[in-house]
């Protein structure tokens, strides 16, 4: 009996780990795509995303640092908060999502852009930026700290998770139409919504 429930837990720790394992694999190329998004569509071509992204954009924007350093700063309220209602494992997978998009941001800066043609960045751009985030939060994660907000709050309302998301940005985006001007605000817009969409399919498609 007692070598039963040995190989029980055994086989059950394994489990656990080879649960967490995968998921962290999966976060790890959801929070690639979203570094790729940023830095070979997005930041150079003055294209925001929302969230504390896109706000981490408009501060590397305004002080020459790196966006990646804004990412982790502007993130950590969030994050106890969402240890406080989500969990541990939610903290620690969500922690390693940001150091990887942090990591990749900063690899990834010396690259140039992929292309300047506005349409393919609001399409190309937003798809892989949506992709990365809905792969990072239907596996357990987020980048972002608005997107912990629309977690707890859909869980509590008939509104999805990207409409939240959508709701929280229009500020930001407004704002970025003083700091990158009018026709980029609107590409930003246009990006988020392919984004948003993108989101929205990713964490609900089996």
């Given at each position: 009996m007692?070598w039963t429930r040995v190989?029980?837990?055994s086989?059950?720790?394994?489990a656990?780990d080879?649960?967490?394992i995968?998921?962290?694999?999966?976060i790890f190329c959801?929070?690639l795509?979203v570094?790729?998004?940023?830095?070979?569509?997005?930041?150079?071509?003055?294209?925001i995303?929302?969230?504390i992204?896109g706000?981490s954009i408009?501060?590397s924007?305004?002080?020459?640092?790196?966006?990646?350093l804004f990412?982790?700063?502007?993130?950590?309220?969030?994050?106890?908060?969402?240890?406080?209602?989500?969990?541990?494992?939610?903290?620690?997978?969500s922690?390693?999502?940001?150091?990887v998009?942090s990591?990749?941001?900063?690899?990834l800066?010396?690259?140039p852009?992929?292309t300047n043609n506005?349409?393919?960045v609001?399409?190309?751009?937003?798809?892989c930026?949506?992709?990365?985030v809905g792969?990072t939060?239907?596996?357990g994660?987020?980048?972002?700290?608005t997107e912990?907000l629309?977690?707890l709050?859909?869980?509590?309302?008939?509104?999805?998770i990207g409409q939240?998301v959508?709701?929280?940005?229009l500020?930001?985006?407004?704002c970025?139409?003083?700091?990158?001007?009018?026709?980029?605000a609107?590409?930003?817009?246009?990006?988020?919504?392919?984004?948003y969409?993108?989101i929205?399919?990713?964490?609900?498609?089996?």
């Amino acid at each position: 009996m007692y070598w039963t429930r040995v190989r029980f837990y055994s086989n059950f720790t394994r489990a656990v780990d080879m649960s967490f394992i995968k998921r962290s694999c999966f976060i790890f190329c959801g929070a690639l795509l979203v570094a790729i998004s940023l830095q070979l569509f997005l930041v150079k071509n003055y294209v925001i995303d929302g969230g504390i992204i896109g706000i981490s954009i408009i501060l590397s924007h305004i002080t020459h640092q790196e966006v990646g350093l804004f990412l982790l700063l502007l993130n950590t309220p969030f994050f106890i908060l969402a240890y406080s209602y989500l969990g541990r494992r939610f903290l620690m997978l969500s922690l390693f999502a940001i150091l990887v998009l942090s990591m990749g941001t900063f690899l990834l800066e010396p690259i140039p852009v992929i292309t300047n043609n506005p349409i393919l960045v609001i399409i190309l751009g937003g798809f892989c930026l949506g992709l990365g985030v809905g792969i990072t939060i239907r596996f357990g994660a987020c980048l972002d700290g608005t997107e912990v907000l629309a977690i707890l709050f859909s869980k509590r309302s008939p509104f999805s998770i990207g409409q939240y998301v959508l709701l929280f940005n229009l500020f930001i985006f407004g704002c970025s139409i003083f700091i990158f001007g009018l026709y980029e605000a609107i590409y930003s817009l246009a990006t988020f919504f392919v984004a948003y969409k993108t989101i929205d399919f990713s964490i609900q498609v089996h």
